[in-house]
């Protein structure tokens, strides 16, 4: 059974991506303002001032319209996997189960139950316990983000299995190793930083808003600063995960980090780059320039890879046609042994059908040593092992503008706060309303860069996503993709035209 | 203390787990049984919106309970879930959509600037009623009809029917069991508003909307029952490991576990009392004594087509693709960790009750909808 149809493929792909972009649409304000909300009701419930508790009503009502179609968009994500990539879902499910199943028991329970009482509560139970379930809502949140990026930081760095060629799967050997990966501890630590610092910019935003309209400005002042400083220490520890990231990145995926890069050729003291625009359609094969124009800031790649300014970081062009100065294998070696691998895979099963025990042996001797390149087998020609460079390499540096942008402003919205003066600063209210939509696409840009980054691959170097579709036609994913794209923009544009009416009509006096 | 037990056995938990949670989905979709019956039991605005709101405190519980069913699916069963998810396509793509117009329904409805509607977000409702109940019996019962799918050495699968799913409708005792939970749903539905809702005409007519559903419940159900104990079942030969078609295999299965037996008959008789005590007597009682005969009857069909050497999704296309609970699992290892992940689930299943007893401390009326300020 092969699936050769590319269109089936792209099909999917573009389901699964449109799916989780609506779905991160919706998830970053419902982790960030679960917590703010969270702090904003500990203050009342300390202070005893009212005006707190109508302030944690308001944004606990915005958080309510949003996590519905959270909840909505991430249904469909986790049975996708089923529904689209079966392939996948058989290969490694044994590994890539557990975390989504640890999910929906330990953590999504945890917040869809209390947050009942959190909605509902306010006057049927105590202002300790209600509290005590608004912050165990922000602690589901938490929990269910770490188990959802354990599974997904297992695609890019696959610790912890093997691979049983009896059943033809990835399978879990050692639970703490995929649980606590260094990749899954930093993916975790960034992306929920990076949500928390969307869910802030919104608050800021829509509490200026207030501000310019001179409206509910007790209110908006008291927003403000949680939503200021919560989201300045956010940016702060978005800043040093993004480092931890990518040196993970850096030794786990350096293809992607090259194409984040814009790293051709590989060098020594190999900079970070400012600003660039790339020269379109050169091969990578092309030694020439591949940049128009470029900015850029010497050593500070390798530094950020392999925290030395001196270090050797290979290139795109090092990674697919090898270097052997470096000690880098070109990408055509790794696909014949993944080739080897492959039909010594197909023997053994032969062989075990056979119950020929001597032939058995031989073959998986022959597969164990040539196992760890069995992906590269899936592989066409070297140059498939390198992603979409211009969507990676935009959107790395787009995101990372954004990032140093939004530090910015929140220290000056800060700074204004101090002195007292941010309501008389019109620009600067302006500035944080218009950058709400920022932070999303700050925050889509990562996933892109995270998700087109890995590419070709579903496993990093073990499963290409080419191999792990279902068996569908691709007419009825074809389908399914319009009437997903359809719901889920009518719902979106519902969620936003909801969202504005609510904070138009601002919180009960 | 999970490490010490054979694959075998850890296999057999896990089925026993799936099957409890299948089981507590089946009773949490009262839910959507009861937005089916939105324009029946509430025939005005003020009514409607309690109906609304009544089960709108509890549609997470259904929601995470079926996003936990799947995970644990997945966990424990990975061909399953490769098998069936990515075959009978379409079959859970239309359930999937139920839940999606579902979750935003409740928020939604009643909010300035929605886009769709009120109207719009409530046929969601009773979209969302309708065909998760109905497509869920579908599937469960395709453990016992079987799909027409095939299985290679690598264990990757491939649905052979062109419809991907849709054919499983054109099975009489599909579709008897599909029509049984949906009926079964709007009983429970129905029970639970005349529970926890203050409004005499809403609990004049649930007790109605009971007796007519359970009827017709009793009747498709039975007719699935027929089907399935007098029908060749789908079993594996312990010593060879091979699947044939074994004459009465399901009764064999009831005969031969008989605590299941038991289990499943005194289901059956608390969900008729409840149905007798709801619909005839009226009472608020009736719900929790049918939830109490809807957890073991849906659990016992999920043993019996599982254990007992059952292929617990039967291939059609080639018997020997046939899934089991022995070659459709996770490896030892996995199988034992989250054997102690579900030790969790008591813990869950508390907080859950806890919750459940203060948001029912006082009946739904006008004045406690006002009183909490949350109003969908």
Not at chain 1, 249 to 278: D, N, S, W
Not at chain 2, 89 to 114: C, D, H, M, P
């Amino acid at each position: 059974m092969s699936i050769s149809d590319i269109s089936l493929v792209d099909w999917s792909r573009a389901q699964f991506a449109l799916t989780s972009i609506y779905h991160w649409l919706f998830v970053p304000l419902t982790l960030g303002l679960s917590f703010i909300m969270a702090i904003m009701e500990s203050i009342y419930v300390k202070t005893g001032n009212e005006e707190w508790r109508k302030t944690t009503k308001f944004w606990m009502k915005l958080f309510g319209i949003n996590f519905a179609i959270g909840a909505a968009t991430g249904i469909i994500l986790e049975f996708e996997f089923g529904t689209n990539w079966s392939n996948y879902s058989w290969i490694v499910g044994d590994v890539f189960g557990a975390p989504l199943a640890i999910e929906g028991i330990l953590a999504f329970f945890l917040e869809s139950t209390f947050i009942v009482l959190m909605f509902f509560g306010w006057n049927k139970v105590g202002k300790k316990t209600h509290l005590l379930s608004t912050w165990l809502v922000t602690i589901g949140s938490i929990l269910s983000s770490w188990w959802i990026l354990v599974a997904n930081a297992w695609m890019n760095d696959p610790v912890g299995m093997q691979f049983n060629p009896d059943t033809a799967r990835c399978e879990m050997v050692n639970f703490w190793q995929v649980a606590f990966s260094p990749f899954a501890i930093h993916k975790f630590w960034h992306t929920i930083t990076s949500a928390y610092v969307v869910a802030a910019l919104f608050v800021v935003g829509v509490s200026s808003w207030y501000l310019i309209k001179k409206r509910h400005e007790s209110f908006a002042k008291k927003s403000i600063l949680v939503g200021a400083i919560f989201g300045f220490v956010a940016t702060m520890l978005v800043t040093v995960s993004g480092d931890t990231s990518t040196f993970q990145v850096a030794h786990k995926q350096p293809v992607k980090l090259a194409a984040m890069e814009g790293l051709f050729i590989g060098k020594t003291r190999a900079p970070i780059i400012a600003l660039a625009v790339l020269r379109p359609n050169v091969p990578i094969s092309d030694t020439v320039n591949h940049f128009i124009f470029k900015m850029e800031m010497p050593g500070m790649l390798s530094k950020l890879g392999y925290r030395d300014k001196n270090a050797f970081v290979p290139g795109i062009y090092d990674l697919v046609y090898g270097n052997q100065y470096q000690g880098i294998e070109p990408v055509f070696k790794r696909m014949e042994r993944g080739t080897i691998a492959m039909i010594a895979l197909n023997k053994y099963k032969e062989a075990k059908e056979d119950n020929d025990t001597s032939e058995m042996r031989l073959s998986l001797a022959e597969f164990r040593t040539n196992y760890p390149d069995l992906g590269y087998a899936y592989l066409d020609k070297p140059e498939d092992v390198v992603p979409n460079i211009p969507i990676t390499f935009y959107s790395f540096h787009l995101m990372v503008g954004l990032g140093f942008y939004f530090v910015i402003l929140l220290l000056v919205i800060l700074f204004f706060l101090w002195r007292k003066t941010l309501i008389k600063r019109k620009l600067i209210l302006w500035l944080a309303v218009l950058t709400i939509p920022l932070g999303y696409i700050a925050t889509e840009l990562g996933w892109i860069v995270a998700e087109v980054g890995r590419q070709p691959w579903a496993i990093q170097d073990l499963l290409t996503v080419s191999k792990a579709t279902s068996h569908l036609s691709t007419l009825s994913v074809q389908i399914t993709f319009i009437l997903f794209a359809i719901l889920f923009t009518v719902l979106f544009l519902a969620d936003i035209r909801i969202l504005l009416k609510q904070i138009k009509n601002g919180p009960k006096e | 203390m999970f490490e010490t037990m054979t694959l075998a056995a850890l296999q057999q938990y896990w089925w026993i787990i799936i099957s409890l949670i299948g089981a507590i989905l089946v009773f949490l979709m009262f839910v959507q049984g009861g937005q089916t019956l939105l324009f029946q039991v509430a025939k005005t605005e003020d009514e409607r919106t309690l109906v609304v709101n009544a089960l709108g405190r509890k549609w997470e519980l259904t929601f995470t309970t079926l996003v936990t069913f799947g995970g644990a699916f997945f966990a424990s069963f990975p061909l399953f879930y490769a098998t069936s998810f990515g075959g009978a396509y379409w079959v859970w793509t239309i359930i999937l959509f139920g839940f999606i117009a579902q979750a935003v329904s409740y928020e939604y409805r009643k909010k300035q600037g929605n886009v769709l509607g009120t109207k719009v977000y409530e046929f969601f409702q009773i979209a969302n009623g309708f065909f998760a109940s109905f497509f869920i019996g579908i599937i469960v019962s395709s453990f016992f009809t079987g799909s027409y799918f095939l299985v290679d050495k690598f264990n990757l699968s491939a649905w052979m029917a062109g419809s991907y799913g849709l054919e499983l409708m054109f099975n009489t005792q599909n579709i008897s069991l599909g029509f049984a939970i949906f009926c079964l749903t709007r009983v429970t539905g129905a029970m639970f508003l005349m529970k926890y809702i203050e409004n005499k005409e809403i609990s004049e007519r649930s007790a109605n909307q009971i007796l007519i559903n359970g009827l017709c419940f009793v009747l498709f159900f039975l007719l699935f029952l027929g089907i399935l104990i007098t029908k060749d079942g789908f079993a594996i030969d312990p010593n060879t490991g091979k699947m044939y078609m074994e004459p009465l295999k399901y009764l064999h299965n009831f005969m031969q576990m008989p605590a299941i037996l038991a289990i499943f008959l005194l289901g059956v008789l608390l969900v008729i009392f409840g149905i007798f005590k709801g619909g005839i007597q009226k009472s608020s009682t009736a719900f929790w004594i049918t939830i109490f005969g809807v957890i073991p009857v849906v659990f016992s069909l999920f043993i019996i087509a599982g254990l007992n050497n059952t292929a617990f999704y039967p291939s059609t296309y080639n018997l020997e693709s046939s899934l089991t609970i022995y070659n459709a699992s996770s490896s030892k290892y996995t199988l034992t960790i989250m054997s102690y992940v579900s030790l969790f689930i008591p813990v869950v299943l508390a907080y859950i009750w806890y919750i459940w007893r203060v948001m029912a401390k006082k009946k739904i009326n006008k004045e406690e909808l006002e009183d909490t300020g949350h109003i969908y």
